[in-house]
T-cell receptor, first 115, second 112 residues
Framework: AQTVTQSQPEMSVQEAETVTLSCTYD???????LFWYKQPPSRQMILVIR??????QNATENRFSVNFQKAAKSFSLKISDSQLGDAAMYFC????????????FGEGTQLTVNP | AAGVIQSPRHLIKEKRETATLKCYPI?????VYWYQQGPGQDPQFLIS???????DKGSIPDRFSAQQFSDYHSELNMSSLELGDSALYFC???????????FGNGTRLTVT
């Protein structure tokens, strides 16, 4: 079974600075997708960024980018120019298209942005 | 843009009662997923449906059942509720092989 691990329960960053959230996963499959979801205090689940495993290029969405290291099974999220609205719980998630396409989430990292 | 609609937003039930949660996916989305998120926990997959057929099953208790209807909306039925069922229940939908899941705002179930 696939597992997703986020080893940082909490992180903090100063406004306008950069922070990196870590995620590792374990799988024997070669075709899969990785995601970062953001869950603010409102408890919504908001997709931040996605990465297809077959793509070597790291995904980027405005201030959010990932460092995808397939061999190391690592998928970190970098948030540049952090804003107060970035404060939330961040979940890393894995999805395989060959095993039901369910999402498997990591434990989450609570990000605090300090003004 | 239309989003995934879940109802109700909040639900309070007593132990041993029954609850029904509804999910209306984004139009033209054919796959629906249900997740349960306990306090301070990550979301756990319960069950999914593709084209009205169950496509995958996770850690869903036998007391729970779900289905997807002809209009693609889905309902999660929960019977003999227990205190431990108190959680945020998310529905998510998607429409294609490699499209991401879009989540609803969740239904917060409190069992007293």
């Amino acid at each position: 079974a696939q597992t997703v691990t986020q080893s940082q329960p909490e992180m903090s960053v100063q406004e306008a600075e950069t922070v990196t959230l870590s995620c590792t996963y374990d799988t024997s499959e070669s075709d899969y997708y990785l995601f970062w979801y953001k869950q603010p205090p409102s408890r919504q689940m908001i997709l931040v960024i996605r990465q297809e495993a077959y793509k070597q290029q790291n995904a980027t969405e405005n201030r959010f980018s990932v460092n995808f290291q397939k061999a190391a099974k690592s998928f970190s999220l970098k948030i540049s120019d952090s804003q107060l609205g970035d404060a939330a719980m961040y979940f890393c998630a894995y999805r395989s298209e060959t095993s039901g396409s369910r999402l498997t989430f990591g434990e989450g990292t609570q990000l605090t942005v300090n003004p | 843009a239309a989003g995934v609609i879940q109802s109700p937003r909040h639900l309070i039930k007593e132990k041993r009662e029954t609850a029904t949660l509804k999910c209306y996916p984004i139009p033209r989305h054919d796959t629906v997923y249900w997740y349960q998120q306990g306090p301070g926990q990550d979301p756990q997959f319960l069950i999914s449906f593709y084209e009205k057929m169950q496509s995958d099953k996770g850690s869903i208790p036998d007391r729970f059942s779900a289905q997807q209807f002809s209009d693609y909306h889905s309902e999660l039925n929960m019977s003999s509720l227990e205190l431990g069922d108190s959680a945020l229940y998310f529905c998510a939908s998607r429409n294609a092989y490699n499209s991401p899941l879009h989540f609803g705002n969740g239904t917060r179930l409190t069992v007293t």
